[in-house]
T-cell receptor, first 114, second 115 residues
């Protein structure tokens, strides 16, 4: 059974710092990995999708990497801003082709201190 | 295209009542998913539709839960005889059929509180 872990559960950093969020998964047989942002009481906003054949993806100040063989992904946020405060979730797509689903970690709650 | 839409956003119900939630996916997406998220946890898979066919149901989906997707368009999730343990955020997501590596897009969720 695929298990996804995110450490730390919570992180506070001063505004302007660069930071890294970690995600690990137990089974390397994934189709892709997706990073999401969730604001309190809200739904999920997709940030980045990395296919299993890719090593990284970038969008603005965000860079996500994937090392499928070791079961790890990182989300790098450059020059953090108070608006980046949210919970960040990673999810891997698993399952039989045509019947796939996302398995999520429990998230990292990020607070950017002004 | 306004993305995935879920209604209602919030629902408070008394224990034992039935509730129904609706999800309207992105129009060209044929894959639709329901997830449940409790406080401090990541979303957990409940069920999956490809067009109108319900292809997988999680063990989390007890007999009190039923989901439909008539004509492969919108979907409904019904919970009968609600229990306090059903209190959670219910999230709907959709994705395209054309490529397995397309993103899943989520709605804003329906927050259910059973009192």
């Amino acid at each position: 059974k695929q298990e996804v872990t995110q450490i730390p559960a919570a992180l506070s950093v001063p505004e302007g710092e660069n930071l890294v969020l970690n995600c690990s998964f137990t089974d390397s047989a994934i189709y892709n990995l997706q990073w999401f942002r969730q604001d309190p009481g809200k739904g999920l906003t997709s940030l980045l999708l990395i296919q299993s054949s890719q090593r990284e993806q970038t969008s603005g100040r965000l860079n996500a990497s994937l090392d499928k063989s070791s079961g790890r992904s990182t989300l790098y946020i450059a020059a953090s801003q108070p608006g980046d405060s949210a919970t960040y979730l990673c999810a891997v797509k698993v399952g039989i082709f045509g019947n796939e689903k996302l398995t999520f970690g429990t998230g990292t709650r990020l607070t950017i201190i002004p | 295209d306004t993305g995935v839409s879920q209604n209602p956003r919030h629902k408070i119900t008394k224990r034992g009542q039935n509730v129904t939630f609706r999800c309207d996916p992105i129009s060209e997406h044929n894959r639709l998913y329901w997830y449940r998220q409790t406080l401090g946890q990541g979303p957990e898979f409940l069920t999956y539709f490809q067009n109108e066919a319900q292809l997988e149901k999680s063990r989390l989906l007890s007999d009190r839960f039923s989901a439909e997707r008539p004509k492969g368009s919108f979907s409904t999730l019904e919970i009968q005889r609600t229990e306090q343990g059903d209190s959670a955020m219910y999230l709907c997501a959709s994705s395209s059929r054309t490529d397995i590596n397309t993103e899943a897009f989520f709605g804003q969720g329906t927050r259910l509180t059973v009192v």
